[in-house]
C-alpha cells in the first residue's frame, strides 16, 4: 500500500514516517512532499491509497487539493494532519473527514489508518473535500455528512427534524418527509450538534430541532408533536428545562 505524506515540516513528516513504519505494516511505501503542488505531482505519478494532509502550509493551504486533482481522480483517502483548532475539528467532524492532531501519537495514526482503509474508493472523497472547503470559508455550519451503504449524503443541518436513537443506529427524519437510518449512535450526533442552539434533547432517545415544533402536549406525562406527526417524550427530569427554553424563544 503506497502513502505520501504532505507536510512542509521535515521534522513532522519525519515522525509521521516513522510511526507509520512502525505500526501500520500494511503500509509498504512511502513518499514525502514538502508542498501541496509537489505532493500532487506525487499522487499522479504513485497512486496512493492514502494521503497524509497538513492543511497549513505556505502558498497552499492542503484544502486546496481540490483544485489541483480531478474529482475522478480521488481514489484515495485524505488524513488531515493539525495543529488544535476547534473551529477546524468540528469542519472536519460534519464532513465526516478523518484528521489526526499534532503532536501526532501512534494510537492515532494506527486508528486513522484502520479508518480510511475501510472506506477508500467509496467515500466520494471529493466531495467531502469541496463541503469542507466550503464550511471553513463561510465560518458557519451549513450542511453534515451523513456515512449511509452507498456513500456519503451531504443534508443541510437545519433540515433535520428529529434524531432517535435506534440501539447502535440512529434514524434521522428530514424536512421533506425521508428518514434516514445512519449506523452511528445517538450520542454522536449529540456531540456532534452540541453547539448549534436549535438541537435539543429532550429524552435519552432523542435529539429533536425545536425550530419544528408544533406542539407541546402535557398529558401522559409531557411530549411534544413534531410538524412531521411525529411525537417526542420529554423526560420528567427535562420538564422543567425544557418549558424555560420555550419560554425563551
Given at each position: 500500500?503506497?502513502?505520501i505524506i504532505i507536510d512542509?515540516?521535515?521534522?513532522?513528516?519525519?515522525?509521521?514516517?516513522?510511526?507509520?513504519?512502525?505500526?501500520?505494516?500494511?503500509?509498504?511505501?512511502?513518499?514525502?512532499?514538502?508542498?501541496?503542488?509537489?505532493?500532487?505531482?506525487?499522487?499522479?505519478?504513485?497512486?496512493?491509497?492514502?494521503?497524509?494532509?497538513?492543511?497549513?502550509?505556505?502558498?497552499?493551504?492542503?484544502?486546496?487539493?481540490?483544485?489541483?486533482?480531478?474529482?475522478?481522480?480521488?481514489?484515495?483517502?485524505?488524513?488531515?494532519?493539525?495543529?488544535?483548532?476547534?473551529?477546524?475539528?468540528?469542519?472536519?467532524?460534519?464532513?465526516?473527514?478523518?484528521?489526526?492532531?499534532?503532536?501526532?501519537?501512534?494510537?492515532?495514526?494506527?486508528?486513522?489508518?484502520?479508518?480510511?482503509?475501510?472506506?477508500?474508493?467509496?467515500?466520494?472523497?471529493?466531495?467531502?473535500?469541496?463541503?469542507?472547503?466550503?464550511?471553513?470559508?463561510?465560518?458557519?455550519?451549513?450542511?453534515?455528512?451523513?456515512?449511509?451503504?452507498?456513500?456519503?449524503?451531504?443534508?443541510?443541518?437545519?433540515?433535520?427534524?428529529?434524531?432517535?436513537?435506534?440501539?447502535m443506529y440512529t434514524n434521522?427524519?428530514?424536512?421533506?418527509?425521508?428518514?434516514?437510518?445512519?449506523?452511528?449512535?445517538?450520542?454522536?450526533?449529540?456531540?456532534?450538534?452540541?453547539?448549534?442552539?436549535?438541537?435539543?434533547?429532550?429524552?435519552?432517545?432523542?435529539?429533536?430541532?425545536?425550530?419544528?415544533?408544533?406542539?407541546?402536549?402535557?398529558?401522559?406525562?409531557?411530549?411534544?408533536?413534531?410538524?412531521?406527526?411525529?411525537?417526542?417524550?420529554?423526560?420528567?427530569?427535562?420538564?422543567?428545562?425544557?418549558?424555560?427554553?420555550?419560554?425563551?424563544?
Open positions: 500500500m503506497n502513502v512542509d515540516e521535515k521534522r513532522a513528516r519525519n515522525v509521521l514516517r516513522v510511526l507509520l513504519e512502525e505500526h501500520c505494516p500494511e503500509i509498504t511505501t512511502i513518499y514525502e512532499a514538502e508542498d501541496l503542488r509537489s505532493g500532487v505531482a506525487l499522487i499522479k505519478e504513485h497512486h496512493p491509497e492514502i494521503v497524509f494532509l497538513d492543511i497549513e502550509m505556505p502558498q497552499h493551504s492542503g484544502l486546496e487539493i481540490v483544485n489541483f486533482i480531478d474529482k475522478d481522480a480521488f481514489q484515495f483517502e485524505i488524513i488531515f494532519t493539525t495543529a488544535y483548532s476547534e473551529y477546524a475539528i468540528k469542519a472536519f467532524q460534519l464532513a465526516a473527514i478523518d484528521y489526526i492532531l499534532k503532536p501526532v501519537r501512534p494510537s492515532q495514526v494506527k486508528t486513522a489508518v484502520a479508518r480510511a482503509i475501510q472506506f477508500i474508493g467509496k467515500s466520494n472523497i471529493n466531495q467531502k473535500l469541496e463541503e469542507l472547503k466550503n464550511e471553513m470559508k463561510s465560518e458557519g455550519f451549513k450542511k453534515i455528512a451523513l456515512p449511509v451503504a452507498d456513500g456519503i449524503r451531504f443534508e443541510q443541518i437545519e433540515d433535520i427534524v428529529v434524531l432517535e436513537a435506534d440501539g434521522i427524519a428530514m424536512r421533506d418527509g425521508e428518514t434516514i437510518v445512519i449506523s452511528k449512535p445517538l450520542k454522536h450526533f449529540v456531540n456532534l450538534l452540541q453547539d448549534l442552539p436549535f438541537f435539543y434533547k429532550p429524552h435519552r432517545s432523542y435529539l429533536i430541532n425545536i425550530r419544528f415544533i408544533k406542539q407541546y402536549i402535557k398529558s401522559d406525562g409531557g411530549y411534544v408533536r413534531m410538524e412531521n406527526g411525529q411525537s417526542v417524550s420529554i423526560s420528567k427530569d427535562n420538564r422543567d428545562d425544557f418549558l424555560a427554553l420555550m419560554q425563551n424563544q
